[in-house]
């Protein structure tokens, strides 16, 4: 069973930077996709982005293109969300999941293992 370990969440003025780190022990890690999905109090966990078996195949969510980047290092079966110019919405839970295979996906039911979470917060 994937037992993935989420870090790097923590309190952030807007406009600042985090990094989340999503470790998975499994060693079959690069046969997987992967995503970020986050979830606010009181609503629904939404997509946030997936990456397919490398950097160049990758989906991002419109609230988050173009300051979010997420990576993949299959050596040390970690996932990575860069998080630039952030804002009070961004505020949440950040849950990392996993797929078999190589197509990468929106839908949170698509995902067979998550991570415990971690917190982010941006203080405006």
């Known amino acids: 069973q994937v037992r993935p370990v989420e870090s790097g969440g923590g309190l952030v003025q807007a406009g600042g930077s985090l990094k989340l780190s999503c470790a998975a022990s499994?060693?079959?890690?690069?046969?997987?996709?992967m995503g970020w999905f986050r979830q606010a109090p009181g609503k629904e966990r939404e997509f946030v982005a997936a990456?397919?078996?490398?950097?160049?195949?990758?989906d991002y969510s419109d609230a988050v293109r173009g300051r979010f980047t997420i990576s993949r290092d299959d050596v040390k079966n970690t996932m990575y969300l860069t998080m630039n110019s952030l804002r009070p919405e961004d505020t949440g839970i950040y849950y990392c999941?996993?797929?078999?295979?190589?197509?990468?996906?929106?839908?949170?039911?698509?995902?067979?293992?998550w991570g415990q979470g971690t917190q982010v917060t941006v203080s405006s």
């Open positions: 499994r060693d079959s890690f690069s046969s997987y996709s």
């Open positions: 990456i397919g078996w490398n950097d160049e195949d990758t």
């Open positions: 999941a996993g797929r078999y295979g190589s197509w990468w996906s929106r839908v949170p039911n698509d995902y067979e293992w």
